[in-house]
């Protein structure tokens, strides 16, 4: 199976099917089909051959998925851009995987050009610039090619180059196979129970590993339809999910919790919302207490919240935790992996961690990527035979739920105590004054770190060291509660909702 099969079976099934959405835009699974086969034209005829590497930095938007799979039939890797990254970033990414054709959203052509000048950017959604730029118009230039069959792919071919979201360091590029990418998606539609009927909401970034792997592809896979929002708006969030019958939708918990504040601000009622379509909320990039799920619950009207845990490495592919186990087991990632995937937690000493004791990740299965571009000595940290070791500190519970605690790396050591980061954010975020919250360490002379709390205020809240640390007087251990606290207007995050915590540290520590 390859990415290209793939979408040639499910449009011989359902060819008068919407396959996307966006707007008033309907494209069946025979339109995307057949513009696939017309993209890979266009891609052979600036040069795009077998094991090149094409780069897309585009909003939510139906050339997204276009340029995909016509980068796949011609043979390419596909190289999904942050459309937010900086003219420095973007020469870094396209550096380092060597892509020589872009297709990039017109309104930022600026950053990508900049950035990468040596690509050849083709551009979608040109606008007013479309009669200026009509041999780089790629909407254009795809609707008037010929079609073209493509080349023969085989399983083992490099599909993806996937930039992790560098939460400790500089990106590193992901390769993926076409397996391992097809593989994805029946792990995905076993564990989350998705089925040919369904109409996904893609919001968040498409060319982030969640949205594209876990939700976009396992749409294409099963012949459901995908809707797809340019970018993301918590009021136009609760307005598509009626309007377009939504059955499932992914994000990170702050996309959960972001239309609860704009609702309130502007006046409106949750409960004029129909929400009676969804089936699935889905949410990853950090766990959920008690509190958080049950304010959830209530808002949405619904107890079908499913968390998914992985990392791009994995395709993502990682746990799950049910419905069912919201509440009873709010804060866990679930139990054992999903169906297809392996999963330890290992100490120190390489024996697997028993209750109550804490160990580092690994997991394993046929969506583990190839490794990292050229970086030998990083996938060599990483792998441990068929492992991959994820770097999140977990501890067990009794009944075998895995609770992160931390990253490897932000642990903090103070006094000879080790305090997991994660458990102190659990503690201070249900405080009703917080909006958003992350705990870090700063370098300290005799204790070796101390313990910093920062705040992101609820609108109109006043915080202070003392009340914060009177609020956990009784809910953690003293050495565990921040020793400074430090009020910020946002915490940085990648586009899954995970704290990038070397960049806040930066910040933090540089005033």
């Not at 939504?246 to 129909?274: N, S, V």
């Not at 290992?346 to 990740?361: C, K, M, Q, S």
């Amino acid at each position: 199976m390859n990415l290209t099969a793939m979408l040639e079976s499910t449009a011989r099934k359902y060819p008068n099917k919407d396959a996307i959405v966006y707007g008033d835009e309907r494209i069946t699974y025979a339109e995307l089909l057949a513009a696939s086969e017309r993209a890979a034209a266009v891609l052979r005829s600036r040069g795009v051959g077998r094991g090149d590497r094409v780069a897309v930095m585009t909003y939510n938007s139906p050339a997204f998925a276009i340029a995909a799979f016509g980068a796949w039939r011609a043979g390419a890797a596909l190289v999904p851009v942050n459309h937010k990254l900086a003219p420095p970033e973007v020469e870094y990414t396209l550096g380092h995987c060597g892509a020589r054709v872009g297709v990039v959203s017109a309104d930022l052509r600026d950053n990508a050009e900049a950035g990468a000048p040596q690509v050849d950017w083709l551009l979608t959604e040109p606008g007013e610039e479309a009669a200026t730029h009509a041999d780089r118009d790629f909407d254009a230039l795809v609707a008037a090619a010929e079609g073209w069959d493509g080349v023969e792919v085989d399983e083992t071919d490099i599909a993806q180059v996937l930039y992790t979201s560098g939460t400790t360091s500089a990106p590193k590029g992901c390769l993926h196979t076409h397996r391992s990418i097809t593989t994805v998606a029946p792990y995905i539609s076993t564990t989350l129970g998705l089925d040919r009927d369904e109409r996904v909401l893609i919001a968040m970034p498409i060319w982030h590993a969640a949205p594209l792997n876990v939700w976009f592809v396992p749409t294409m896979f099963l012949g459901g339809t995908v809707v797809l929002m340019r970018e993301y708006h918590p009021i136009e969030f609760l307005n598509i999910i009626p309007a377009q019958q939504i059955t499932a939708f992914f994000g990170a918990p702050i996309a959960y919790l972001a239309p609860l504040q704009a609702a309130k601000a502007a006046g409106i009622d949750l409960a004029d919302f129909d929400f009676s379509s969804m089936r699935r909320w889905t949410y990853g990039g950090a766990p959920i207490g008690a509190e958080v799920a049950r304010q959830l619950q209530d808002a949405y009207r619904s107890e079908d919240f499913y968390q998914v845990y992985g990392m791009s490495e994995m395709g993502p592919t990682g746990t799950a935790l049910y419905p069912h186990e919201q509440i009873a087991k709010a804060g866990s990632i679930g139990r054992g992996g999903m169906p297809g995937v392996d999963l330890r937690v290992v100490r120190p000493d390489g024996v697997d961690a028993g209750p109550g004791e804490t160990g580092e990740i690994w997991l394993a299965g046929d969506t583990r990527m190839v490794g990292y571009l050229d970086n030998e000595d990083a996938t060599a940290e990483v792998f441990a035979g068929r492992w991959y070791r994820s770097g999140d500190v977990a501890r067990l519970d009794d009944d075998g739920y895995i609770h992160i605690v931390d990253r490897t790396k932000d642990v903090i050591i103070t006094g000879g105590e080790n305090v997991y980061s994660q458990e102190v954010e659990e503690a201070i975020r249900p405080w009703e004054e917080v909006l958003d919250v992350a705990v870090i360490g700063r370098p300290h002379p005799e204790w070796g770190e101390t313990v910093v709390a920062v705040v992101v205020p609820a609108p109109g809240e006043r915080i202070d060291l003392e009340g914060l640390r009177s609020y956990l007087s009784d809910k953690l251990a003293r050495y565990k509660i921040p020793r400074e606290l430090v009020l910020v207007d946002e915490l940085p995050r990648n586009p899954s909702g995970k704290l990038t915590k070397h960049v806040l540290r930066e910040s933090v520590f540089a005033v």
